[in-house]
């Protein structure tokens, strides 16, 4: 017995990479830090919420690579001097991950209170609506009508 997969689906034409999307995203190490929120806005709207407590602008970075959000963190080395009796509050460079679908751009991200927020946006496509003539061929013509 053959196993479909969701590229070899009959139904579902021209959605090869939705294997490799799927199998990208299990991919992706994550080991809950840092904690993160996914909202939706509006229907066309998300934004994610990422706990970046101790993170200063210019120790973060967000990328899009192949339709793949990919948010670094990389804390500086300031607290050489200071001794912690404990350290509780976690200072260890982090990359998460999400992929988007296509149609979906980041439009905004905001640091604010230890969280950082990306905001993305869905562009609507347009309904088209195409129609297809449809060729027939002289040879199957019944009684020598034409089209």
């Keep these: 017995m053959t196993k479909l997969t969701f590229g070899a689906h009959p139904f579902l034409l021209g959605f090869e990479q939705l294997e490799r999307l799927v199998a990208r995203t299990a991919k ?4 809950g830090y840092p904690p993160f929120n996914i909202e939706a ?11 970046v407590a101790g993170f200063q602008t210019q ?3 967000i990328t ?4 793949q959000l990919v948010v670094r963190g990389k804390q500086g080395d300031d607290d050489s001097a200071r001794v912690f009796l404990h350290r509780g509050i976690a200072a260890r460079a982090f990359q998460r991950s999400f992929v988007l679908a296509d149609g979906v751009d980041v439009a905004s991200a905001e640091l604010e209170h230890g969280l950082l927020h990306i905001d993305l946006h869905r562009e609507v496509p347009q309904t088209i609506v195409q129609k297809i003539h449809i060729k027939s061929n002289p040879s199957t013509q019944v009684n020598g ?3």
Aim: charged fraction near 30%.
């Design 28 to 31: 992706t190490g994550n080991d």
């Design 41 to 51: 806005a509006t229907e066309n709207a998300y934004r994610i919420t990422l706990a």
């Design 59 to 61: 120790n973060l970075t």
């Design 64 to 67: 899009v690579e192949d339709r």
């Design 145 to 147: 009508e034409g089209s």
